[in-house]
């Protein structure tokens, strides 16, 4: 059973630091795209970054310069540094695994697994 999840939300003041995990198990992640997207409340899941299979990060332009999205392979791991943090980064935030290998995925349309969600709150 594949699994996708996510650790390491939780409450923050504007200005402060938060990291989150996505850990997954049942298969081997390696080949393929992994991304964090958001939600929040009332609104549409956004892309958030994404790491190719080869390892080049791409960051939605809200976050880029603030959030750094790495992968460790050998722990099937995904994280996301999210610094400077704002409370328009108020949200829900989602692992994904890419629908197929060996390509960059930036569109839910191009996600296939997911996981549950972190919840981040960044407080004014």
């Known amino acids: 059973q594949v699994q996708l999840v996510e650790s390491g939300g939780g409450l923050v003041q504007a200005g402060g630091s938060l990291r989150l995990s996505c850990a997954a198990s049942?298969?081997?992640?390696?080949?393929?795209?992994m991304d964090w997207f958001r939600q929040a409340p009332g609104k549409d899941r956004e892309f958030v970054a994404a790491?190719?299979?080869?390892?080049?990060?791409y960051y939605a332009d809200s976050v880029k310069g603030r959030f750094t999205i790495s992968r460790v392979r050998a722990l099937n791991t995904v994280y996301l540094q999210m610094n400077s943090l704002k409370p328009e980064d108020t949200a829900v935030y989602y692992c994904?695994?890419?629908?197929?290998?060996?390509?960059?995925?930036?569109?839910?349309?191009?996600?296939?697994?997911w996981g549950n969600g972190s919840l981040v709150t960044v407080s004014s």
């Open positions: 994904a695994s890419a629908r197929e290998p060996w390509t960059t995925a930036t569109n839910t349309r191009d996600m296939y697994y």
């Open positions: 790491i190719s299979w080869s390892g080049q990060p």
């Open positions: 049942g298969r081997t992640f390696s080949n393929y795209a």
